[in-house]
């Protein structure tokens, strides 16, 4: 099973140390790999070097995509968990 | 960065860079030996040789795990929050499968030795997040390289930890600061780098840890200077290198110099002619008692542990959940006395939140020890609690609002079946048991209670609206607190005598202990032990410096003489008067 979500960064230093962990700690319950891509690069979701690579500052758009047989449960929660991190961009599921 | 030499002095330099921590230090500039400046081994594996080398690669994450889960036990007991924090993401960051897969995948492409595939991971990682345009972003490359270079040292088999090689009051001179330098380092009176910014982790280390930290200064010019004295001044962002006598001297007497001072070396609490006060914290959450390491205080003097129950209801019948918090508390004490006041709820502080918790609850209009002794299951529990904390540390009980001695009498006889409860579990044979004078029933008989305990503790609040007839809700209650009295102040002086003529300690826990200007009299009142609220120590501590013992007496005998509240103040603002000019 696959989805797919875009999010935009709303906490206003960006995807910086706090979000990143509390991210990973949180996406370690999820059996979905996750790939988090933003301009064109793509990293494991479950990577703290991975997303910090990625330094995404406010306002940035992160592509998610999940796949596994929780990928859609997980892409669900994901906002309702993160509020303070992201806001919707646009929802497709696949 | 700008370089001045001030022509005060012939012999001192000053430089001056930007501030990052406050504070002021003097010490020894020392220099790091920096191992990962030399050269990595490099090499091409021989068949089967990869298996050993990423063998090698999980045995140096895993101890550098150890390492870092140490580290962060360490700084959590010493009340380091946010450095803390830092290093539990660094114990995350380790755990990182990107690492990991890299090296696996470029051990195996690449067939070199584990440094330098390590390494050049690490590099990669850190060219992605320096590269980024965003300051914040890049100073995260700092954490990346502080890690990698603790995986390395463990690689090279290396000790990761420092903490030895450093001598107590040293000024650390370095190129760029790391976390770990500032975190596990003990003896570091202050930092001085020539890079790094306001929100590096390593800044905030020194920040939570209280160390001065200047950056922008040549690294170069300030190695040239290695093992000579210098103050770092974090409050201006100056380095004064050999400073003069007269630049010391001028130091020492400042405010800033002396807390920092207090800070590092916790100097007891004396008056000018040498009368030493003891000087407690009172604390109702235990998330204040952390304060206490940056805190020049002598201990507790007041835990109010109904905050505990109030936050945690369900520690109420759980002997154990309370024998571990009370555990916590001596242990963040550092070894300093912590005193217990049992559960004080009654009256106006309201127990209704029991009512879910227990059916054994009676009437809440009793207070106090009446109240605990009408509810005698739930006093046990905490009794046999503290007992058991009491063989870890110097814990005493207090018990609140006493007004007869038959109850000091039957908690004494309460104690004694809890210890023979607790006859199979290590508990404290012996422990120091108070009594808080705070009814002007109490008073009367300070001289009976006084032969049944161990110490008294004065609670000027309660005594001020019980004897003064305000109620606490009343709005000029507070206007009376900095004006005593003459009842309250021969209140005080009879407990005092009473406590002497027995023999024993006698505290004082009110706000009026954090109001500098009624330190002296309280002091000539015979008062040698205040406790008061956290924030109010550096405050009382300045104060009870200024004064003089015998002036104190002086006064005291004074006002003990005089007839109305107003004639109170004016003498004792006339004393504070005299002693300031």
């Given at each position: 099973m696959k989805a797919l979500r875009k999010l935009r960064v709303k906490h206003e230093s960006g995807l910086h140390i706090r979000?990143?962990?509390?991210?990973?700690?949180?996406?370690?319950?999820?059996?979905?790999?996750?790939?988090?891509?933003?301009?064109?690069?793509?990293?494991?979701?479950?990577?703290?070097?991975?997303?910090?690579?990625?330094?995404?500052?406010?306002?940035?758009?992160?592509?998610?995509?999940?796949?596994?047989?929780?990928?859609?449960?997980?892409?669900?929660?994901?906002l309702l968990h993160f509020q303070d991190y992201f806001e919707e961009e646009s929802h497709v599921l696949t | 960065m700008s370089l001045r030499r001030k022509?005060?002095?012939?012999?001192?330099?000053?430089?001056?860079?930007?501030?990052?921590?406050?504070?002021?230090?003097?010490?020894?500039?020392?220099?790091?030996?920096?191992?990962?400046?030399?050269?990595?081994?490099?090499?091409?594996?021989?068949?089967?040789?990869?298996?050993?080398?990423?063998?090698?690669?999980?045995?140096?994450?895993?101890?550098?795990?150890?390492?870092?889960?140490?580290?962060?036990?360490?700084?959590?007991?010493?009340?380091?929050?946010?450095?803390?924090?830092?290093?539990?993401?660094?114990?995350?960051?380790?755990?990182?499968?990107?690492?990991?897969?890299?090296v696996k995948n470029r051990l195996l492409a690449t067939n070199k030795n584990i440094e330098v595939v390590f390494d050049s991971v690490m590099e990669d990682i850190v060219h992605k997040i320096v590269k980024h345009k965003s300051s914040f972003f890049r100073d995260r490359a700092v954490d990346v390289q502080d890690l990698s270079k603790r995986v390395m040292n463990h690689l090279r088999k290396k000790t990761g930890e420092k903490s030895q090689a450093i001598p107590p009051q040293s000024i650390l001179v370095v190129k760029q600061l790391k976390p770990s330098d500032v975190a596990s380092m003990k003896g570091i009176a202050g930092v001085i780098a020539e890079k790094g910014s306001g929100s590096c982790h390593a800044a905030l280390?020194?920040?939570?840890?209280?160390?001065?930290?200047?950056?922008?200064?040549?690294?170069?010019?300030?190695?040239?200077?290695?093992?000579?004295?210098?103050?770092?001044?974090?409050?201006?962002?100056?380095?004064?290198?050999?400073?003069?006598?007269?630049?010391?001297?001028?130091?020492?007497?400042?405010?800033?110099?002396?807390?920092?001072?207090?800070?590092?070396?916790?100097?007891?609490?004396?008056?000018?002619?040498?009368?030493?006060?003891?000087?407690?914290?009172?604390?109702?959450?235990?998330?204040?008692?952390?304060?206490?390491?940056?805190?020049?205080?002598?201990?507790?003097?007041?835990?109010?542990?109904e905050f505990l129950f109030l936050r945690r209801p369900e520690y109420l019948h759980s002997e154990e959940l309370q024998y571990h918090h009370y555990r916590l508390l001596l242990q963040q004490a550092g070894g300093k006395p912590v005193i217990v006041r049992v559960m004080d709820v009654g009256g106006d502080k309201d127990p209704s939140f029991f009512l879910n918790y227990t059916n054994l609850y009676n009437p809440p209009t009793l207070r106090g020890i009446r109240f605990l002794l009408a509810n005698r299951e739930i006093f046990k529990i905490q009794l046999k609690a503290l007992l058991r904390a009491a063989s870890h540390g110097d814990l005493k009980i207090l018990l609140p609002f006493v007004s007869d001695l038959q109850e000091v009498l039957d908690t004494k006889e309460l104690i004694k079946k809890a210890k023979d409860e607790l006859a199979n579990t290590p508990h404290a044979e012996k422990i120091e048991l108070g009594v808080m004078i705070e009814i002007p029933a109490a008073v009367m008989i300070a001289d009976l209670l006084a032969k049944e305990c161990d110490f008294l503790s004065l609670g000027t609040n309660d005594l001020l609206h019980f004897t003064s007839g305000i109620d606490r809700t009343d709005t000029c209650a507070s206007e009376q607190i900095f004006s005593l009295p003459l009842s309250l102040i021969r209140m005080i002086a009879e407990v005092a005598k009473k406590a002497k003529e027995a023999n024993i300690r006698l505290s004082l826990c009110g706000e009026i202990a954090s109001n500098p200007s009624l330190v002296s009299l309280l002091i000539g009142l015979g008062i040698s032990e205040l406790s008061c609220s956290v924030r109010y120590v550096s405050t009382v501590q300045d104060a009870i410096h200024k004064l003089a013992y015998k002036d104190c007496c002086k006064l005291a005998e004074t006002v003990l003489g005089l007839s109305t509240t107003e004639e109170i103040r004016q003498q004792v603002q006339d004393f504070l008067k005299a002693h300031e000019s």
């Open positions: 979000p990143v962990t509390d991210l990973v700690k949180w996406l370690g319950s999820y059996k979905a790999s996750v790939v988090v891509t933003h301009n064109n690069i793509s990293v494991n979701a479950k990577s703290i070097i991975g997303l910090l690579s990625l330094a995404a500052e406010r306002s940035a758009v992160l592509t998610i995509q999940a796949e596994g047989e929780d990928a859609h449960q997980m892409v669900e929660d994901l | 022509t005060t002095s012939k012999k001192e330099l000053r430089l001056l860079g930007s501030s990052i921590s406050e504070g002021i230090a003097l010490g020894t500039l020392i220099a790091l030996p920096d191992a990962d400046e030399m050269p990595l081994p490099e090499f091409s594996l021989s068949d089967g040789e990869e298996e050993e080398h990423l063998k090698r690669f999980e045995d140096a994450l895993s101890q550098s795990k150890r390492d870092l889960n140490q580290l962060h036990e360490n700084l959590r007991y010493a009340g380091h929050e946010d450095a803390a924090n830092i290093i539990h993401a660094h114990i995350q960051m380790l755990d990182d499968p990107m690492i990991e897969e890299e280390i020194a920040r939570s840890k209280g160390i001065p930290y200047i950056t922008r200064l040549d690294h170069q010019t300030l190695a040239s200077f290695i093992g000579r004295k210098a103050i770092i001044d974090g409050n201006k962002g100056e380095v004064i290198v050999d400073p003069s006598d007269t630049t010391v001297t001028a130091l020492r007497t400042s405010r800033a110099f002396s807390q920092s001072i207090r800070i590092s070396k916790k100097t007891s609490t004396q008056t000018c002619d040498g009368a030493i006060i003891c000087l407690l914290a009172n604390i109702s959450q235990e998330d204040e008692i952390k304060v206490l390491a940056g805190c020049p205080v002598d201990g507790v003097g007041l835990y109010r542990s």
